[in-house]
């Protein structure tokens, strides 16, 4: 059974740090890359960054380059995703996703879904 479990979520102040959490068992990232996602109250979902070990690419959309950081831990079967200088706009519901194919395409679409972990930026 594949499992993606994200944590790290929580509430920080504009400005702040956090590093979320991506577990995986089931797959290996030979074989996958995963995607973090976000999602806020009536907007539409936005991939955030994605890492590809096997390839070696990453993947940052505009709003968080140079904020954001993804990284790979095969032995640990992990990926974090460390965020700094967090804004209000950043506060949403991330989540990650597995996904075969090469780089960070989506071409062929989502294999497997984690739950979400709640951000919220806010003073």
């Known amino acids: 059974e594949v499992q993606l479990q994200a944590s790290g979520g929580g509430l920080v102040q504009p400005g702040g740090s956090l590093r979320l959490s991506c577990a995986a068992s089931g797959i290996t990232f030979d074989d996958y890359a995963i995607s973090w996602f976000r999602q806020a109250p009536g907007k539409e979902r936005e991939r955030v960054s994605c890492v590809n070990s096997r390839d070696s690419i990453t993947y940052y959309a505009d709003s968080v380059k140079g904020r954001f950081t993804i990284l790979s831990d095969n032995a640990e079967n992990t990926v974090y995703l460390q965020m700094n200088n967090l804004r209000p706009r950043d506060t949403a519901i991330y989540s990650c996703?597995?996904?075969?194919?090469?780089?960070?395409?989506?071409?062929?679409?989502?294999?497997?879904w984690g739950k979400g972990t709640q951000v919220t930026v806010s003073s």
């Open positions: 996703a597995a996904h075969a194919g090469w780089g960070c395409s989506l071409g062929d679409g989502i294999d497997y």
